[in-house]
């Protein structure tokens, strides 16, 4: 049973709407990710939170906009998204070090189409 | 700048073949962790194994071994007598020193299909 979960499982929404994806972790870790799979291309790292502050936001464009109200929750927020969007996005948790972080713990995605 | 390959895009083998998923990286770091990801068609990454990188002893859990050489900059993995079960995507990754953000790169992945 995975300690990180992620809803809705499946999305599917319009250029014009707003939609927010949602990740939990149980795992007490003190870290946080957003990653986007496109078919064929290697997972791209969106943004990561770590103790709550974002530390990281890889050029991603304002129609992704992140929130972590707290460590165990993160959410990501779409409005006006366009149909090269559509990707499976996964949630990540880890344990930070003092050196290089942990693991990373996954969630099971959320397959977000865009018509 | 660090970067993970996966050669095999696609590997198709038949129940109780072994197989091997290549994995080159490359860093100039001297301290970095090394990962296995499984993801099978549910979605979810599931962690495999962690290596850093002042530990060549290769390591072995059940059916599963994996080959750490700094010479080749190689971390590959076996699956020996494989199932139905371990039709996957399967990700390398290399994780970044803490101090220049610690963030994973990924491989592309190997999509392994075995058959009954």
């Known amino acids: 049973e995975t300690g990180v979960t992620q809803t809705p499982r499946h999305l599917v929404m319009g250029m014009t709407n707003k939609k927010s994806l949602k990740c939990e972790q149980h795992?007490?870790?003190?870290?946080m990710y957003w990653y986007k799979q496109s078919a064929k291309k290697p997972l791209e790292l969106m943004f990561v939170?770590?103790?709550?502050?974002?530390?990281e936001n890889n050029s991603v464009p304002s129609r992704f906009s992140p929130e972590c109200p707290n460590s165990s929750h993160l959410f990501l927020h779409l409005h006006t998204l366009q149909p090269e969007d559509s990707a499976l996005y996964l949630c990540?948790?880890?344990?930070?070090?003092?050196?290089?972080?942990?693991?990373?713990?996954f969630g099971p995605g959320t397959r977000l189409t865009v018509l | 700048a660090q970067k993970v390959t996966q050669a095999q895009t696609e590997i198709s083998v038949v129940e109780k073949e072994d197989v091997t998923l290549d994995c080159v990286y490359e860093?100039?770091?001297?301290?970095?962790?090394l990962f296995w990801y499984k993801q099978p068609p549910s979605g979810e990454l599931v962690f495999l194994i962690r290596?850093?990188?002042?530990?060549?002893q290769n390591e072995i859990s059940g059916r599963y071994s994996w080959n750490f050489q700094k010479s080749t900059s190689s971390f590959n993995f076996t699956i020996t007598a494989s199932q139905v079960v371990d039709s996957a995507v399967y990700f390398c990754?290399?994780?970044?020193?803490?101090?220049?953000?610690?963030?994973?790169?990924f491989g592309q992945g190997t999509e392994l299909s075995v058959k009954p």
């Open positions: 990540a948790s880890s344990q930070e070090g003092n050196r290089l972080r942990g693991e990373q713990f």
């Open positions: 795992l007490g870790h003190n870290a």
């Open positions: 939170y770590s103790l709550e502050e974002r530390v």
């Open positions: 860093t100039r770091d001297t301290t970095y962790y």
């Open positions: 290596r850093n990188s002042f530990d060549e």
């Open positions: 990754a290399l994780s970044e020193p803490y101090n220049q953000g610690g963030k994973l790169i």
